[in-house]
């Protein structure tokens, strides 16, 4: 018998995607599957297409309230997920290929060792065109068992390149690491979740792009990264991690700094902006300087 799998979709406003998103789960070729839409009190119809949706694998449930950040709604899956087989949590606008979820199922079951999988991603617009296919980083394209060590390696030199929406992990574990700790990490609390996994077991990322990301200019994540004023939360998460791992070589912290660097330049950038001319014209050009 197939393992069974439990994906939750945190839904809020997404009526012109979640549909697209819902069929392409439904046809994955891994039938041991089920769906619950964990609804944010949404104000569009998403609610109705998810519930006129003719498939009993998908349940639908509806928030009391609604929680201002994402993340909260995050957290609500983890009550709707079973104790054993595997659980994820995925987005409602993204496309996911039909044999994404078999694939990641046939890595978890063969590798006991190993609590989460993860897959590379292409990138897509509004039209579900392709944007980009980035190409996944050192160690994550070998296919193999990956320890607190690797990931730590790989995140310092390249940032965080494992796929939040493309996450398998075995359901006990998952729900034994709840919550995503907003509080503590805020945008960056699922590479906070991702680590407190790598600490202690092995991950694995499938070098495919099986997850179709969609990239949309209203996502408040990018809005976010667009206008910050203060230091990335990635740069909080990893600091907190990286002091339970030793051997780091010297090149990869300096890499990082560099990141830090130049994310302050990016930040008093913004900064500038927001003011406006309320600064000197000769003071601006005396910061620019200095930020070359």
């Known amino acids: 018998m197939e393992t069974n799998v439990c994906i939750c979709l945190p839904a809020y406003n997404s009526d012109k995607t979640i549909k697209k998103t819902l069929n392409s789960l439904l046809n994955q070729t891994h039938e041991n599957l089920t ?5 944010n009190v949404s104000t569009d119809n998403t609610v109705n297409i998810a519930r006129s949706m003719d498939d009993t694998r998908i349940t639908v449930y ?62 897509i617009d509004d039209t579900d065109n392709t944007i980009k296919i980035p190409a996944l980083p050192e160690p994550y394209t070998h296919n193999k068992e990956l320890n607190k060590y690797d990931v730590m390696l790989s995140t310092l030199r390249y940032g965080n390149q494992l796929a939040t929406p493309s996450a398998l992990c075995a359901s006990n574990i998952y729900k034994g690491m709840s919550p995503f700790r907003y509080e503590a990490f805020g945008y960056s609390s699922d590479l906070d979740m991702w680590l407190r996994i790598a600490h202690y077991y092995k991950i694995f990322v499938i070098n495919e792009s099986l997850i179709h990301y969609r990239v949309s200019k209203n996502k408040g994540s990018n809005q976010i990264h667009n206008s910050r004023t203060s230091e990335e939360l990635f740069f909080r998460t990893v600091d ?33 902006v927001k003011m406006g001319y309320r600064l000197p014209h000769a003071l601006y050009q005396g910061l620019s300087t200095k930020m070359v």
């Open 62 to 123: 509806t928030n009391t309230i609604h929680y201002p950040m994402g993340e909260h709604n995050w957290n609500r899956c983890f009550a709707y997920m079973p104790n054993g087989g595997y659980s994820g949590i995925f987005h409602t606008d993204d496309i996911y290929t039909s044999k994404m979820i078999e694939k990641q199922v046939d890595i978890l079951n063969n590798h006991p060792d190993t609590m989460a999988v993860f897959t590379g991603t292409k990138f």
């Open 35 to 39: 769906i619950k839409v964990v609804d």
């Open 240 to 272: 907190y991690h990286m002091g339970g791992i030793n051997g780091i070589p010297q090149d990869a912290i300096d890499i990082y700094e560099l990141r830090r660097i130049i994310d302050k330049v990016k930040c008093i950038k913004n900064s500038i």
